[in-house]
């Protein structure tokens, strides 16, 4: 695992070592230490990134993604796994087996799955917008086929509704896992977003040259995640040989990171978490207002009960934005936190083949309720 180097900055202050809340951890930790800055160090990966679970080609490549398809018939409903991009790689949709929402998906019956795989910002990628990732969101589902069924995995959440917003007619069916919208709902994440002034974030991209390092944010952390905390999201005993194995694949995709584009980062922080303006009404997307109104394809809600990033009242929240009749909203509470959502043993044994499933069915008697 990373070590950090030079001296700490913010006392005994402690930093929240979420891989989630990383831009507002970062940014609390650079506010306590007036703008102190870390030494830079590299993060070892190994000779290559880790392998995908699932089998798997590049269909289209992009300036902000690469579109893994993951399909195994080429007829069929299309789904769009939508991965978070946050400060780790896509892999935490196709994690290991028994950890994998596309295997989980697939298990459930279905054959054409997709997956962004978000790229690492480069320098000359530090401008791309979030209309940038829309953008590339909607060549990936016109390559794809529209509509799509869209799986939002935390941020990918946001993201994902947004699409739906801007594009209702390319979207079939959405699910949000563990996606923050409503952040007038009390959480760590609004708090820590709330804490620190605009400039602090500021100060983190010009300091990256324009993006904001991958490798620099997993420095921040007081600590690496212990192994309770590892055993707690994947939900698993990790004291035999096959835990062993698993605790190493976790670490060392705790080490592999993503650069962010400093414009979205910014983008995020300020009009997401701060102003709120997706559930707010003020959200402009690819040139015209967002009103998640017309959002009125079916939505399947799922939350963690021991969720303390995205809790259960702000993954639920979106149920009264949007205006998809009840009849047609879905919605399950697991006993998970945050990454055992995508990654925990029980959650895939339960909430995902439950997920699958309501993919999978025929909903017009719910429609003609409805209507």
Known sequence: MVEKTGRQPGGSGKVHDDPVLWPFAAARLAMDACFWWLERGSVEQGESELPWTTPGTVALELATMRLRDCARARSGQPVLVCAPYALHRALIADFAPGHSVVQSLQQGGLDRIYLTDWRSATPDMRYLSIDSYLSDLNIAIDEIGAPVDLIGLCQGGWLSLLY??????????????????????????????RNAPEMVYDQLVARGGGNVSGDEMLHVWSKTPERDDIAAALQQDLSDEEGVALLARFDRWNTETLNLPGTYYLQIVNWIFRENRIASGEFTALGRAIDLKDVKAPIFLLAGLDDDVVPPAQALATVKLVG?????IAAASEPSNHLG???????????????AEWLRNDLSSALARSA
Do not use: N
Request: glycine share 4%; net charge positive.
């Open 324 to 328: 998809t009749p009840p009849p047609l």
């Open 341 to 355: 959502l995508f990654m925990g043993a029980r959650t895939h044994a339960y909430a995902w083949p439950r997920i």
């Open 164 to 193: 739906a917003a801007r594009f209702p007619a390319k979207v079939r069916r959405l699910v949000l896992a563990g996606a923050p919208v409503d952040l007038s709902v009390e959480s760590r994440l609004s708090q820590l977003a």
